[in-house]
């Protein structure tokens, strides 16, 4: 269910991130499924939002950086209760008949700002905080100005390098709805702190921040902010690293 444009949906409960590692061989069946299942994957019941994504490995977000062995689903739930019938959904079945591994991170939304599709899935601004201990995970995803996207490719490679080694970051890897023009990254890190230093502290990444209103790179852009409730399932198919004291992304989730 969309919110109409100039509407904020109300702010949801739950946002689960499906991720599933799937062999080469079986990559027919994955263009397949990615063709068919995004209308389906919509019609599911409680479900008000959802993409189903291609991925990156993370170390550079651009058009070389196509993981093809890693998909995902970015699914919003009108009710959390109804979150648990994914894996029985016909397209939850058929996403776990040709992967190898898999996990779910279960999301709750503490800020969002832009639109996506033209819609705000994720609510309004917020500025909410996370639960003591828990870990954070950063969305951005836009949708590229053709003109522009040599431009912004060209940018990239710095604030990639500096992710790589930023400190507290569990995770990274590029997201995107199509090969070029479509892109996002999800990058997950062990608390809000770590977060905000490499968003407006790294000189890389305050660089691409200042350029982007007057490049204006993007025809439509998001950023969105969640606290992460658990995480269950197979963590090496995110690319994480490292622990938390409290184990509170070994375990949640469904």
């Known amino acids: 269910m969309n919110d109409p444009v100039g509407r904020t949906a109300p702010v949801p409960e739950l946002v689960t991130l499906h991720v599933w590692r799937v062999p080469r061989r079986r990559l027919p069946r ?115 100005r053709p003109t522009k996207a040599v431009t912004f490719w060209r940018a990239v490679p710095p604030v990639a390098a500096a992710l790589a080694d930023a400190d507290g970051l569990r995770c990274r890897f590029g997201v995107g709805e199509a090969p070029l023009g479509w892109q996002g990254t999800v990058s997950v890190w062990r608390d809000t702190a770590d977060l905000t230093r490499f968003a407006y502290r790294h000189p890389q990444h305050r660089a691409a921040i200042t350029r982007t209103p007057v490049t204006q790179w993007y025809a439509e852009e998001l950023f969105a902010r969640f606290e992460v409730l658990g995480v269950a399932g197979d963590r090496a198919v995110l690319g994480w690293a490292g622990e938390d004291e409290d184990g509170t992304c070994g375990a949640g989730g469904g």
Do not use: E, N, Y
């Open 30 to 144: 994955v263009l397949a499924r990615m063709a068919v299942d995004a209308r389906r994957l919509r019609r599911v019941d409680g479900v008000r939002f959802a993409k189903l994504l291609g991925t990156g490995t993370g170390t550079g977000f651009g058009p070389t950086d196509v993981d093809p062995t890693r998909w995902a689903a970015l699914v919003v739930w009108d009710d959390p209760a109804t979150a648990t019938g994914f894996d029985t959904s016909p397209v939850g079945q058929a996403w776990l008949r040709i992967a190898d591994a898999r996990v779910r991170v279960d999301l709750r939304p503490l800020h969002s700002r832009g639109r996506w599709s033209g819609v705000t899935p994720f609510g309004g601004p917020g500025g909410g905080q996370p639960g003591a201990g828990r870990p954070v995970l950063a969305l951005t995803r836009a949708r590229l």
